[in-house]
Nanobody, 112 residues
Framework: VQLQASGGGLVQAGGSLRLSCAAS????????MGWYRQAPEKRRELVAG???????NYADSVKGRFTISRDNAKNTVYLQMNNLKPEDTAVYYC???????WGQGTQVTVSS
């Protein structure tokens, strides 16, 4: 299994980005998926997760601003990020929780 994350970039505070993570190989449709982030000198943290059945959960810091979704037909999980804040700046990683696979990360930088 390989995970390819994309969609990061530089955006001003209040702006939006949409991250995508495309999975190759088998197992995507039956696996929970997660988006994590790691800021400099901080621990990696869970941002949002989605089960195979579509149940979602979010970190308190992003509730109401971020939305995770998945398209099993495309083997892709998304993270829609709205009203971005400078503290959202981090490298964002996707993970296929069944099997413990990780993508390469995509940088999100939010300027004030």
């Amino acid at each position: 299994v390989q995970l390819q994350a994309s969609g990061g970039g530089l955006v001003q505070a209040g702006g939006s980005l949409r991250l995508s993570c495309a999975a190759s190989g088998s197992g995507f449709s039956v696996s929970p998926m997660g988006w994590y982030r790691q800021a400099p000198e901080k621990r990696r943290e869970l941002v949002a997760g989605i089960t195979s059945g579509g149940q979602v959960n979010y970190a308190d810091s992003v509730k109401g601003r971020f939305t995770i979704s998945r398209d099993n037909a495309k083997n892709t999980v998304y993270l829609q990020m709205n009203n971005l804040k400078p503290e959202d700046t981090a490298v964002y990683y996707c993970s296929m929780l069944r099997g413990g696979y990780w993508g390469q990360g995509t940088q999100v930088t939010v300027s004030s």
